[in-house]
């Protein structure tokens, strides 16, 4: 059978007589592994049964090909061909006449892939895109750089080329939208005929529909401009020509950053683009495309006026293009780099891709094809269950830390039983053996199966093989040893005594407390629920789930322990042991390994079965009790599956309750024990003890599905398996398939690289659900920036909601380092006062906090989250004493003054909707992240201009012209009466390294891979961003709240004195401080919330305006100077003491103490302060400040948010 499986012609018999589905599985087959089922009963009947099940198949096969086609498919066809079954009958019947019927050509693509026309539709015009692209880059590369002259002959030389690509660009977009249904015809005819080569200028152009589109590029208005500012590379069409709001029709913008949006008219298109210019994220969109000159911080834009272009389009705007590129080149001549950085900054400008569309194009192309590989379920799935899907598969990733499954390392069962032979042979031969691989089983009967060796042999269900002859040889130069015969051989398997051996070798590698035993139910508490949560919610999109039972199963998986759940309000599933009743009054008796997720009390919805290593899907759905009894009381593999389940001493008697009732009503009934405790805990001993039940499964005929799945789960490396294996390292097939179409992860799963191979998989899906998510956005439907006029009401925090919990939302997800999935929370000590739990043999605390159980700790006054090896999250009390995630953490941990900043309405981070999955390096990002690249791009931008700002404005102080800004606040920042050349040579050696290094040309590299967003990883203090101080590659990490720094009270109108990027000023001055860390080897002695606004531009006209800015301002004066009270220098403050801690006596920043004590060589903290207050001599103090990092931060912002003039000296009098 393995052979005719890929031999040519014989694979056609099998063929024949698979479902359409199998066949499209068949197709792929390379290594195929058989395995066969012993009839019972009419041998004929059974025959029957399978083809009207397969016929069955069928029908659901054509259905779904249909749904998922959007009714493209003649499903009248489709369910005719499917009724087709003569091949499974009898081949001959092929041969009879039909009349034509059944001879219509499917292809068989499976109902992942409806549509394999439009794949390959997608897939040649992407390389299409792609060869144009790289001829177009090959001669880009080439342009001589020394002079803007020399470049502008180049490119001027270049620019018809440019315009072809960018007609290419633009209209393959264009009609690949049209594909994918994301742009309707009117619209693409409208794109293709402006945007036609052949035709042009605006007098060439075709009319449509009596009517000729017009083409206008548009300028922006800005403070501080005189004149209005052109937007380089964008254009708008207009569907009938002219800006009538009323009668010019469609407009159609296109941007280098958004590509082609569809507008319903002029009117809608102005609005929205002025609504972008007042978003400080969505406005980078149309700024990237300014001058460098123009584009200026800290400043409000407004749109300008839209201009016709006359001539042609194409070049047009590649002229804009060409200006633009020359205009950041010669940019970059004016930061007085050296020749080396220089050079390397051209170049890496050169490689950035071209303003023609291309790499867009290319990637809705990626995009449409990569959704026609994947699964039905998931290709076709909405992109929020898309998103959901991967985010889940990237938690799973995430997961399996060191590459390891709880099963890892344990031995398997082939080498146990290779072992054992051999052992056996030296005991029953003196001392010799043969290699059992070495040996060669042959079935007397072809048709049993092919030769085996003796392991594979030994390892065979009592099924496979049973009652038939064999004959045995070797298949090496060494002979069988005398006396080892086939009566031997049988002997021999006798002996291996599999079931007690290694059941016994099971429990010690699993149980008891080891450390290797801990580190196995440790991965597999972290690994299951991730498993099994990307199996449910598969089914869910293959529809054999509802979302009311996947939300069920969500609540247990994502809450296993059932105390801290309860705690949650809208959490009301429980799970509990199936445990069955036979008769009114009897006793219980449970299934093991059987579950019901069912609804609590009072509470309606579905029942789920969860059955691990079931030959089918390992969730099934009832709605009711009566519809899961109904199942169990039908003759099946799910009958056969609980009888084994059952006790020996009870399943004689429930197998004949079931066979007495075939047909009707089962009196059998189901009792109700819901697990209390930690239900991974209850999932962990009970797998352990089916574990067993399943290696004693060999020689029981109705087991050979329990004995198979053994097998795989006891095997090493990646396999790939038709079933579910909880809690091991599978590939099911879907998937297996879906990787097989992406190159990379195809690849890595050949070397059992299984986590390279998923991060190339999620990476690519995820790119595609950015692609999708960008082309549905309607731009009429984006609502209004606000206009903040007034503080909304504070909001206390509330107690925890299912509703508003996102389980793989990044603040939930990075908080996992933190979680205590082994915890039994019902077993400690509650306490009546605070809701923590306390452990007694340990005394560490326990809180559940959002339905999971943490480890927590009371650190200067407030609880957090906490590890062996780092501080994690602050946490604040909700109405009912719950412990929940603070609402201004950054504002409750820092300092005891900057409370008084906060604004604390509930934030909205749990809810989250961003794409959560890892993306490393600037080009990973921008593809998964559009928005997140381009802000860190500013944070560049802005950060690089304080930098370069800051070394001027330093260099010019040399002159020693006193009471300039810089001289002014460099004394009242220091506490010194003068700024003398000592202190500005300690400026210049703390802040070059910092400013070169954010000057640094690789940072503007696409392919720099110092930039990570969506990491799982947590550090102390990682609420904005982190660095890893043993990182050789420096880079940074990026959390959320970087994206989004919550600081939206600055935002309102008249609360700043001018217009200020608030939420730029706080990314670059985060990049700046991390920065710090790693090229000034800084430390966090004190927190001066530099990332706000300048104090000075707080508006003082109402009493909260004062407020705010005298809060600020006394935080950054007693933060870390000589105004800071000497119990609070080096401290933090402690609200359950009421008192400040020194940094020296708390443990997680005890390294930081010790490090002020050796800037300040001193032997105590007491002398530390005193050195650092030493009024006499200012050089200790200096020499402190300039090594925290929010100081530098702060140091480079101030000296940096200006060019200063070059100070007049007075000249003397004669």
């Excluded at 007589?17 to 087959?29: A, C």
Aim: proline share 4%; charged share 20%.
């Amino acid at each position: 059978m393995r052979a005719k499986a890929i031999a040519k012609g014989h694979d056609d018999e099998l063929y024949e007589l698979l479902t359409q589905e199998e066949r499209h599985r068949f197709l792929g087959f390379k290594e195929p592994q058989v395995s066969g089922k012993a009839i019972t009963g009419s041998v004929f009947e059974s025959l029957f049964d399978a083809i009207i099940d397969k016929q069955q198949h069928n029908v659901e096969y054509a259905l779904g090909v249909f749904r998922h086609s959007d009714g493209d498919v003649n499903i009248a066809a489709l369910f005719d061909k499917a009724l087709d079954v003569r091949s499974m009958i009898d081949d001959q019947l092929l041969e009879l006449s039909t009349q034509g019927r059944w001879s219509t050509s499917q292809v068989i693509t499976g109902q992942s892939r409806p549509s394999i026309v439009l794949a390959d539709k997608a897939m040649a015009m992407s390389t299409t895109f792609d060869s144009v692209r790289s001829a177009i880059e090959v001669e880009w590369l080439a342009q001589p750089d020394e002079t803007n002259a020399q470049q502008r002959t180049y490119l001027e030389g270049m620019k018809s080329k440019l315009a072809h690509a960018m007609s290419v660009g633009i209209r393959g977009e264009a009609k690949l939208r049209r594909l994918n249904r994301t742009l309707s015809e009117v619209d693409n005819v409208i794109v293709d005929t402006v945007l036609d080569p052949d035709r042009p200028t605006r007098s060439q152009r075709k009319a449509l529909n009596g009517f000729r589109p017009d083409a206008y590029w548009f300028s922006l208005e800005s403070t501080g401009h005189t004149s209005s500012l052109a937007v380089a590379h964008c254009f708008m069409l207009t569907e009938r020509g002219g800006l009538d709001t009323q009668h010019s029709g469609r407009a159609i913008l296109w941007t280098p950053a958004m590509g082609l949006e569809v507008f319903e008219s002029v009117a809608t298109a102005r609005t929205e683009l002025q609504r972008r210019l007042l978003d400080p994220l969505k406005r980078l969109t149309l700024l990237e495309n300014l001058l460098p000159a123009e584009r200026m911080f800290h400043k409000t834009y407004e749109l300008g006026n839209f201009r016709p272009i006359e001539n042609n389009l194409l070049l047009h705007r590649q002229q804009s293009a060409i200006e633009h590129f020359l205009a950041v080149c010669d940019h970059v001549r004016t930061l007085k780099l050296t020749g080396t950085e220089q050079a390397k900054a051209l170049d890496a400008l050169k490689r950035q891709p071209t303003f023609t569309n291309l790499q867009r194009a290319k990637d809705i192309g990626k995009a449409i094809a990569t959704q026609q590989t994947l699964p039905a379920w998931l290709g076709m799935a909405s992109f929020a269950e898309q998103q959901k899907h991967v985010e889940i598969m990237e938690q799973y990733r995430h997961s399996l830390s060191d590459d390891k499954d709880y099963l890892h390392g344990i031995k398997t069962l082939d080498v146990y039983v290779h072992e054992q032979l051999v052992s056996l042979q030296k005991t029953r031969f003196n001392g010799k053996f043969i290699d059992p691989n070495h040996v060669k089983v042959t079935p007397a009967l072809a048709i049993v199966g092919p030769a085996q060796s003796l392991t594979e042999f030994a390892l065979n269900h009592v099924n496979v093989l049973q009652g038939t002859g064999f004959s045995i040889a070797s298949t090496h130069s060494k002979s069988l040893p005398p006396g080892l015969d086939t009566q031997a051989v049988r002997q021999l398997l006798l002996q291996l005594n599999i079931k007690s051996v290694y059941e016994q070798f099971l429990s010690e590698q699993m149980s008891g407390d080891s450390d290797a035993a801990k580190a196995r139910k440790l991965r597999y508490f972290r690994q299951l629920p991730w498993q099994l949560l990307q199996e449910a919610h598969a089914l869910k999109l293959q529809e054999q789930l509802s979302e009311k039972a996947f939300d069920a199963i969500q609540q247990i998986l994502d809450m296993p322990n059932a105390t801290a759940r309860a705690a949650v309000k809208g959490a009301d599933a429980i799970i509990r042991p199936l445990e069955l009743v036979s008769t009114a009054g009897a006793t219980a008796v449970k299934a093991l390994g059987m579950y019901l997720v069912s609804p609590g009390k009072s509470v309606t919805g579905p029942h789920v079965l969860y059955a691990p290593y079931f030959v089918g899907s390992p969730f099934t759905e009832f709605e009711t009790e009566t519809g899961l009894l109904a199942a169990l009381n039908t003759p099946g593999p799910l009958q056969e599956l609980l009888i084994r389940r059952l006790p020996e001493s009870n399943q004689a008697t429930f197998q004949n309750l079931f066979k007495s009732t075939v047909g009707e009503t089962t009196e059998v009934t189901l009792a109700s024990t819901p697990i209390v405790g930690n239900v991974l805990e209850c999932l962990y001993q009970d797998n352990i003890r089916l574990l067993k039940q399943m290696l004693g499964s060999q020689s029981t005929v109705t087991a050979q599905n329990d004995w198979e799945k053994a097998k795989e789960l006891f095997s090493s490396g990646i396999k790939l398996v038709a079933g579910f294996l909880p809690g091991k390292w599978s590939c099911g097939l879907f998937l297996w398939q879906a990787y097989k179409d992406f190159k990379d992860s195809a690849q890595a799963l050949q070397d059992h690289h299984w986590k390279r191979a998923s991060k190339s998989f999620v990476s690519g899906a995820g790119q595609m659900i950015t692609m999708g998510w960008m082309m549905q956005e309607n731009p009429a439907s984006t609502p209004a920036a606000a206009t903040l006029t007034e503080i909304p009401a504070e909001q206390p925090v509330g107690a925890p909601q299912w509703s508003t919990i996102n389980t793989t939302s990044a603040i939930r997800t990075t908080a996992q380092a933190y979680e205590a999935p082994t915890v039994e929370l019902e077993k400690f000590q509650k306490s009546a006062t605070d809701g923590t739990y306390r452990e007694t043999t340990t005394t560490h605390h326990y809180a559940p906090v959002l339905g999971k159980v943490y480890r927590v700790a009371k650190r200067g006054g407030a609880w957090r989250m906490i590890n062996e090896k780092q501080q994690g999250p602050i946490l604040e009390t909700a109405p009912g004493g719950q412990l929940v995630p603070a609402a201004d953490a950054h504002s409750i941990h820092y300092v005891k003054a900057i409370s008084s900043l906060a604004n604390k309405y509930m934030t909205k981070l749990l809810a989250w909707s961003s794409l959560n999955i890892e993306a490393t390096g600037l080009q990973e990002i921008h593809r998964l992240y559009p928005a997140k690249a381009q802000a860190i791009v500013e944070a560049m931008e802005l950060a690089r201009k304080y930098a370069f700002n800051s070394l001027h404005n330093l260099a010019q102080l040399r002159t020693h012209t006193p009471d300039t800004r810089l001289d002014i606040f460099l004394k009242k920042f220091f506490d010194v009466s003068a700024i003398n050349s000592v202190i500005l040579d300690k400026v210049k050696n703390a802040i070059v390294p910092i400013c070169k290094a954010l000057v640094d040309p690789g940072l503007d590299e696409l392919d720099t891979e110092r930039y990570v967003v969506g990491s799982n990883l947590s550090t102390t203090d990682s609420l904005v961003a982190f660095v890893l101080q043993t990182d050789q590659q420096k880079k940074v990490y990026f959390t959320e709240l970087f994206f989004d720094p919550q600081l939206d009270w600055y935002k309102f109108s008249t609360r700043l004195t001018e217009p200020f990027d608030v939420d730029a000023h706080a990314r670059a001055t985060t990049l700046i401080h991390e920065f710090s860390h790693h090229f000034a080897k800084t430390i966090d002695i004190a927190y001066l919330e530099t990332r706000r606004p300048f104090s000075d531009l707080i508006s003082t006209i109402t009493s909260i305006g004062v407020k705010k800015k005298t809060a600020q301002e006394q935080l950054q004066r007693e933060a870390l100077s000589m105004a800071t009270p000497r119990d609070q220098l080096f401290a933090r403050w402690n609200g359950a003491m009421s008192s400040w801690e020194s940094l020296d006596s708390i443990p997680e920043t005890a390294h930081i103490g010790k490090e002020i004590k050796k800037i300040t060589g001193a032997k105590t903290m007491n002398d530390a302060r005193a050195a650092f207050l030493d009024r006499v001599s200012p050089d200790l103090r200096v020499d402190t400040i300039l090594r925290n990092a929010d100081s530098i931060a702060m140091l480079i912002s101030e000296m940096g948010r200006q060019l200063d003039p070059v100070p007049v000296t007075p000249a003397n009098s004669p």
